[in-house]
């Protein structure tokens, strides 16, 4: 059992779907608390619908980035969290938290990442046309979706794709490895050496096949 504190911008979906997998007993945490950096984050709306204690930080009140993230680390610790989970957070994780929870940091990304960082990963994947995307991930340093990656999942993109048809198709496939993710940090099974972040007790072909389902061709 771990004590997850969640980041969020906007929607929550995944958030949504990390609460849903504890609700329904597949994941042993206990979300402790939502933080937002925006007062209108719909996630919000999730966090009040299942009891989370949630709160709200304007970055307008701090004189520094650096003392922004310094406050966020102390509220995830005074709420005991053992791991962050950025589900949709729209800002560069400042130093002072990485360094307050180093490989303790979550991120998912819609891309398979090193390809389409940033902002706007399915637009880029459809603008370079290629056949295969998906999503990552990872845990988070100090760049920009440059930490080590935890597990990805392939997603087809098609040619008559729109960003928001393959938006949808890649969210589908987060909101299930992002969970899992999780289990795996809770179950002890995430090893970090350098870069590579190993999976104990799953062979890894098994698990890419696990991950990775046969290639979809609908949605
Ligand atoms: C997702 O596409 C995620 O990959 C990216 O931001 C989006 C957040 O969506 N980091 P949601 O707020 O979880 O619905």
Do not use: W
């Not at 995944?14 to 609700?23: K, L, V």
């Not at 999942?153 to 490895?177: G, P, Q």
């Amino acid at each position: 059992m771990i004590n997850l504190g969640v980041l969020a911008s906007g929607r929550g979906s995944n958030f949504q779907a990390i609460i849903d997998e504890i609700e329904q007993g597949k994941l042993k945490a206990s979300i402790r608390i939502l933080i937002t950096d925006r007062p209108d984050a719909y996630a919000i709306e999730r966090a009040k619908k299942h009891n989370i204690k949630h709160i709200y930080m304007n970055t307008k009140e701090f004189s520094s980035k650096d003392s922004y993230f310094e406050a966020i680390a102390e509220n995830l610790f005074n709420e005991k969290v053992d791991l962050v989970i950025l589900a949709g957070f729209m800002r560069i994780v400042g130093k002072p938290l990485i360094d307050a929870y180093p490989m303790k940091i979550m991120n998912i990304h819609p891309a398979l990442l090193p390809s389409f960082t940033g902002l706007h990963g399915q637009k880029k994947a459809l603008q370079y046309a290629v056949k295969i995307t998906g999503c990552t991930v990872h845990f988070v340093d100090e760049g920009m979706d440059t930490g080590p990656v935890i597990i990805q999942s392939a997603v087809c993109a098609f040619h008559d794709d729109t960003e928001e048809t393959l938006s949808n198709r890649i969210l589908k496939m987060e909101h299930k490895i992002y969970p899992e993710a999780i289990r795996l940090f809770e179950q002890g099974r995430l090893e970090v050496q350098g870069r590579t972040v190993m999976i104990k007790d799953i062979p890894s072909r098994d698990y890419d096949y696990l991950i990775n389902p046969p290639i979809q061709l609908t949605d």
